[in-house]
């Protein structure tokens, strides 16, 4: 029989995980349930449901912070954002798309993006969600109310639980509200496009520009068949791969930059410039996953050395086949591929080992995301610590048991 | 305060058995133990039982198994500059001092990164980098050590633009309280699969396992760097042009408060002639055209606030003594009491209280009629008043420590915290109980799952 809870305030929440460790009764943590397909799948029946959380407790924009319920949905935050001028540094990603839902504005949770540590094009700049993730108040798995951090961008009281839970898929706490930085958001966005350079080529020319002093905020390459998707026209138009990288500042700086780089990065193709809406466009295909056209293929992520991108999607390419781009100066490679009864992980595993990468599932059906880890296993000793950590949160194995480890 | 949860005491048995690990590179001397029971504070010292000095994680990980066995305290060390007693051996034991692990292992010049052992210090790590274009930002005040600064997830004066180590370790090697060695991630900027282990242990003070390699984030040398000294008419238009500066979003690698107790301090510790008014102190990083831009809207906002003049250091040495003279600013306090010597408070606000935060505690200052100069990392929020005074003097130390309460209780209104970088040892365990309640409990399962024997440097951070 299934049953969901949906409490309305921190209190409620409290009740209905005590009534669980009690019961020991499993319960999938639900946000706004746009990222229900990440992560091992698992069959709770229970759900706790916080939808019924949300809404944002604490904005003032000169305070450079924001406190907000823990489903909020993104896209109200970033449209109290944009009223001021100001943004979430990270770029969360909109996931929603990538797992079947609507188009248009961002869904998913404040606090499902910061429980899956999500960040997008920016992160190689300005640091993952986590980085940004300054407290917040939440129920463990043993039913205690607890808090961490703070308001300020420093403190070092005791261990650092914030980081803990970005990133615990809530399989440690639940998080009522969450407490991060925000930004002043850039004056101008300016593009700096190269066309036509081979994957080798754009991993030499983006490490160039980030290795540069012009403070590139994102470097993303996409090999022909995904810059065909995009649909700003400069660039699905090229014909050509389009490697792609971001300035951002006040508008003498970026201009005076995007110069510098164009100096610096013609000798590795013909160079384009796009303007601020195209830039914005073009960021959100990148951060959301955009540019795959089949929408039941398996996506992997993979995260490697960006010096070793190249190499990685060359031997993948004769192994496994499957379209990518790269994000993240060639450090990220999202790859999509036909539908394989083992996702292919050994293969893709084995290509991302040799660099000391590794590699997540991020799209399959269930069944195979029951059959083949989705994230990359540990070892043993650092199996057994995250078992204790798990163990410290909640004993009872009551919160989203099984997301991220098989029986855990 | 000795630790609850008791452990067993150490016999020579258990020292002929670590000499059999580390041999000489032992002592059990009282002037090698006094000296590692103690920090440069009011706390009272308790020296350990037995200091080894390992100098490899496989002798670590001996050590400490052998330990295990025994459930015998380990408290490792790193340079002992911490300041809330985190080096205290409570209930005695076997201190782990890492200074003989110096060695830099692998620049990684491609990926931006360096791997260390815990015990290279920050200059020792930064001098090595030289020739390489790349540096290592995170600078607290002391040359401490890179695992200690990472057990306590230090900072310094650049974390307004770089970040502390919370942002800046990339991979620890750890030797757990069993002596199991873990690597948290396989190389590099990998986070690791899984829960973010490598950010449990940055600032876990030695609670949780011992740091025997770190593996840090570089960054390239800027292409432009330049420094200037900015004295204004009060501390108010100090604190907000400094508050403006960090609203507006300007990429400042520096911005640094003194009072004018502290100028004066700075000025006969360095031998400077800076004005002796309430002064900032800016860094710039950039592209050419980056760093004038950034002047410039500096410039700008503390012309508003009725700045006199920037003045610059262009040359690399100046620049070089302006931020020595930063980082001595402890010291430099004494030279306003000879004999004295100095207790830090840290306390950090959200940057919009912090004018408000400086100008009450200035003024709780002026009626003790404490000697306490201000220094701050002001672009994070965070400032630190050294009452200089003698510690040999109950009612002098009375009275510190009743003006720290009066200023922790104070940020704490404003949503702030008694700690922005020197952690909790076992001087700031009440604060911790008194800002995050219920928190200390689930810490203290965290520790129990992991150290279920409370052996890492018990009775700091929480007590069993
Ligand atoms: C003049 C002065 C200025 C300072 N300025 C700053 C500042 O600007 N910012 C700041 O953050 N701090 C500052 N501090 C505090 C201090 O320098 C830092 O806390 C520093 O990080 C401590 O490093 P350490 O090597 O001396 O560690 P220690 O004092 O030796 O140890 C500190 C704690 O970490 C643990 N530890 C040490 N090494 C390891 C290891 N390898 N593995 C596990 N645990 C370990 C110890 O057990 C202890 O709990 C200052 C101190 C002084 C005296
Ligand atoms: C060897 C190497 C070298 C690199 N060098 C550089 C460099 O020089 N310069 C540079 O800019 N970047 C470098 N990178 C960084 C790279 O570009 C990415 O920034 C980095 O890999 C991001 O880490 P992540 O993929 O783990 O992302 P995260 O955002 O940290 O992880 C994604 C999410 O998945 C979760 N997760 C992952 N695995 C699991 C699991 N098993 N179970 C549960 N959850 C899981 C995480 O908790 C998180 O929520 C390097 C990376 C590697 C691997």
């Known amino acids: 029989m299934t049953k969901t809870l949906k409490p309305e305030t921190a209190e409620q929440v409290l009740d209905a995980i005590k009534w669980a460790a009690g019961e020991g009764m499993p319960l999938a943590v639900r946000g706004q349930g746009s990222k229900d397909g990440f992560g091992r799948a698992v069959d709770i029946p229970h759900c706790l449901d916080l939808t019924g959380l949300s809404g944002i407790k604490a904005y003032e924009p000169s305070e450079l912070y924001m406190t907000a319920l823990a489903a909020t949905p993104v896209a109200e935050i970033e449209a109290a954002l ?101 930004m002043p958001a850039a004056e101008k966005t300016r593009t700096v496009l190269i066309l036509g350079a081979d994957d080798a080529g754009a991993m030499v020319a983006m490490a160039a520009s980030l290795g540069s002093a012009n403070e590139v905020s994102a470097a993303a390459h996409l090999p022909e068949a995904a810059a065909a998707l995009s649909g700003v026209s400069y660039v699905a138009d090229a014909g050509q791969a389009v490697t792609a990288v971001r300035v951002e500042g006040p508008g003498p700086s970026v201009e005076h930059r995007c110069r510098a780089l164009t100096a610096l990065l013609k000798e590795f193709g013909e160079i384009e410039e796009l303007h601020s809406e195209n830039s914005a466009l073009l960021w959100r295909e990148i951060r959301d996953v955009r540019l795959f056209d089949a929408i039941d293929n398996q996506i992997w992520r993979l995260s490697v050395p960006p010096a070793a991108g190249a190499n990685v999607v060359a031997s993948l390419r004769s192994d496994i086949g499957g379209r990518v781009f790269y994000d993240w100066g060639g450090g990220l490679i999202w790859l999509s591929m036909g539908t394989l009864s083992d996702a292919g992980h050994e293969t893709v595993r084995a290509a991302v080992a040799d660099t000391g990468g590794h590699a997540t599932l991020i799209r399959a059906d269930a069944d195979v995301r029951q059959r083949v880890p989705v994230f990359e296993p540990q070892a043993t000793v650092l199996k057994d610590l995250s078992a204790r950590v798990k163990q410290g949160f909640d004993p009872n194995g009551v919160l989203n048991p099984g997301r991220m480890v098989e029986g855990e | 305060m000795a630790e609850a949860k008791a452990n067993k005491r150490v016999n020579d048995d258990l020292v002929e058995a670590l000499r059999g690990i580390v041999g000489d590179r032992l002592s059990t001397t009282d002037a090698v133990l006094g000296h590692h029971g103690r920090d440069e504070t009011y706390h009272t010292p308790h020296p350990p039982d037995v200091v080894v000095f390992p100098e490899a994680t496989e002798e670590v990980s001996r050590i400490v198994s052998l330990c295990a066995e025994r459930e015998i305290p380990v408290i490792p060390f790193g340079t002992g500059t911490s300041l809330e007693g985190h080096v205290a051996a409570l209930n005695g034991g076997v201190c782990i001092d890492l200074t003989r692990m110096n060695e830099v292992i692998r620049v990684n ?80 900027r990998k986070s690791a699969a899984g829960y973010d282990l490598t950010r449990l242990f940055v600032g876990s003070e030695g609670t949780l396992g011992v740091i025997t390699e770190v593996t840090l984030r570089l960054y390239g040398i800027p292409e432009a760097i330049s420094a200037a000294i900015c004295p204004f008419p009060d501390l108010a238009s100090a604190v907000n042009t400094s508050i403006r500066t960090i609203q507006m979003g300007v990429g400042v690698a520096r911005i640094e408060l003194m009072d004018e107790v502290q100028m004066e301090a700075i000025n006969k510790h360095s031998n400077l002639d800076y004005p002796l008014q309430p002064t900032l102190l800016f860094e710039f990083h950039g592209s050419e055209a980056g760093v004038v831009e950034q002047a410039e809207t500096v410039q700008a906002i503390a012309a508003e606030f009725d700045a006199s003049e920037f003045r610059w250091e262009t040359k690399t040495e100046d620049r070089n003594r302006l931020w020595q003279a930063r980082h001595d600013a402890y010291y430099a306090c004494m030279a306003l009491r000879p004999g004295a010597k100095g207790f830090s408070t840290d306390v950090c606000v959200p940057i919009s209280r912090l004018t408000e935060c400086i100008i009450e505690t200035r003024r709780d200052i002026d009626e003790t009629g404490l000697m306490a100069p201000i220094v701050g990392h002001v672009g994070d929020g965070n400032f630190h008043v050294i009452v200089v005074m003698d510690f040999e003097n109950a009612d002098e130390v009375a009275r510190a420590k009743a003006f720290n309460e009066r200023l922790v209780t104070r940020a704490l209104a404003m949503d702030g915290t008694c700690t922005g970088e020197h952690g909790i040892g076992h001087g700031k365990i009440e604060f911790l109980t008194a800002e995050h309640g219920e928190a200390v409990s689930v810490m203290r399962a965290l520790k129990m799952a992991i150290d279920p024997m409370n052996i890492m440097n018990p009775g700091k951070i929480v007590r069993l």
């Open chain 1, 82 to 182: 944009r009223q001021n001028n100001q943004q979430m540094s990270f770029e969360p990603p909109n996931m929603g798309i990538l797992y079947g839902g609507a188009n248009g504005e961002s869904e998913g949770s404040i606090g499902g993006a910061i429980g899956c540590n999500l960040a997008g094009p920016r992160r190689i700049q300005a640091g993952a969600a986590r980085d940004h993730f300054l407290g917040f108040n939440a129920v463990s798995g043993r039913g205690e109310v607890f808090k961490s951090g703070g308001t300020v961008v420093k403190n070092v009281t005791g261990f650092d639980l914030s980081k803990l839970l970005a990133g615990s898929f809530g399989t440690l706490a639940v998080m009522t509200d969450v407490t991060f930085k925000v």
């Open chain 2, 109 to 188: 010049a491609e990926d931006m990164d360096v791997t260390v052992q815990a015990g290279v210090t920050r200059k020792q790590l930064n001098k090595h980098l030289r020739d390489t274009g790349l540096f290592f930002p995170v600078d607290p005040g002391a040359d401490a050590s890179l695992g200690g600064m990472t057990a306590t997830r230090a900072s310094g004066t650049t974390t307004v633009r770089y970040g502390a180590m919370r942002e800046n370790v990339l991979a620890l090697t750890v030797v757990l309280a069993d002596g199991r060695i873990i690597k948290t991630s396989r190389r590099a």
